[in-house]
């Protein structure tokens, strides 16, 4: 599709990014680099920084994502805006959990931070994405400061502020003017998870994870979407938030979770929640 926009930290950043004009200070979430594209035929194709995905090859931590931009994008909006639609391709942050265990019923499965105009051959300023995601149903990436004198901001003595996602400070700081340069700052030491892991069996692990409480949440937002209750759509729903919630401690210790292993147990105890022998 396209290659994200190379953002280096603020010290290796030109001049250019901080001396004249206004900036925008989002929070930078701890996720991964994502970006879509809708096709002609209405489908989405799905990448990351380095490549696009197959359909059905799509790797694990990035289900909830994909699910949650199926359902939240209005494509119809897409296509009342755009002459054509494979114009236009959305990047942002696929947010699982890495090294910061969000609040993830608050935190949007994806966050977007740019969008790329091939008729322009640009990228948008900042507010256009962010009007632009609000009409089309998904999320930007949260402002810390915006428009902001480039005068006003002093990155000697600059502390990054609180994250809007958790009871923490964020992950860092990305830096932009309207002219499209754009540098970050990380928290420095941020790895609060470093050493958790998410140890046992499949059957283990789903026992603890994959609570009744859970799929009743699950099956009420089915009920609330008019979508039918099945064994399938719970367990799914449930393993792709789990994944989301616990990725780096079920993939990091000496011995990582088997994922089909995991698929498995959450579906049967979808089978048993539903009374399925």
């Given amino acids: ?158 502390t990054i502020p609180e994250s809007a996602w958790y009871d923490g400070p964020a992950a860092g700081v990305a830096v932009r003017n309207k002219r499209g340069e754009r540098a970050e700052i990380r928290a420095p030491g941020l790895d609060p998870s470093a050493s958790e892991v998410v140890e046992g069996s499949a059957e283990e692990v789903a026992a603890k994870l994959a609570t009744d409480r859970r799929f009743a949440a699950v099956e009420r937002r089915l009920q609330q979407r008019d979508e039918a209750v099945t064994v399938d759509a719970l367990a799914d729903r449930v393993f792709e938030a789990i994944v989301r919630e616990q990725y780096r401690p079920l993939v990091q210790g000496p011995a990582s979770i088997d994922m089909d292993g995991l698929r498995s147990a959450v579906a049967a105890r979808a089978r048993a929640y539903l009374g399925y022998s």
């Fill in 1 to 158: 599709m396209k290659v994200p926009p190379p953002t280096p930290p603020l010290a290796e950043a030109p001049d250019e990014l901080t001396d004249t004009g206004h900036l925008w200070l989002l929070e930078y979430v701890d996720g991964a680099s994502f970006q879509f594209q809708v096709q002609e035929s209405g489908l989405i194709r799905f990448g990351d920084e380095n490549r696009v995905f197959h359909p059905d090859e799509i790797p694990v931590q990035y289900h909830h994502t994909v699910r949650h931009v199926r359902e939240r994008l209005d494509r119809e909006a897409l296509r009342n805006a755009a002459e054509n639609v494979e114009d236009f391709v959305f990047f942002g942050t696929a947010t699982y959990r890495r090294n910061i265990d969000y609040d993830w019923a608050r935190l949007p499965s994806f966050l977007g931070s740019d969008i790329w105009s091939a008729s322009d051959e640009r990228y948008l300023t900042f507010d256009t994405v962010e009007n632009a995601l609000e009409r089309l149903g998904l999320d930007a990436v949260n402002a810390f400061e915006r428009e902001l004198p480039a005068r006003d901001f002093d990155s000697d003595s600059y």
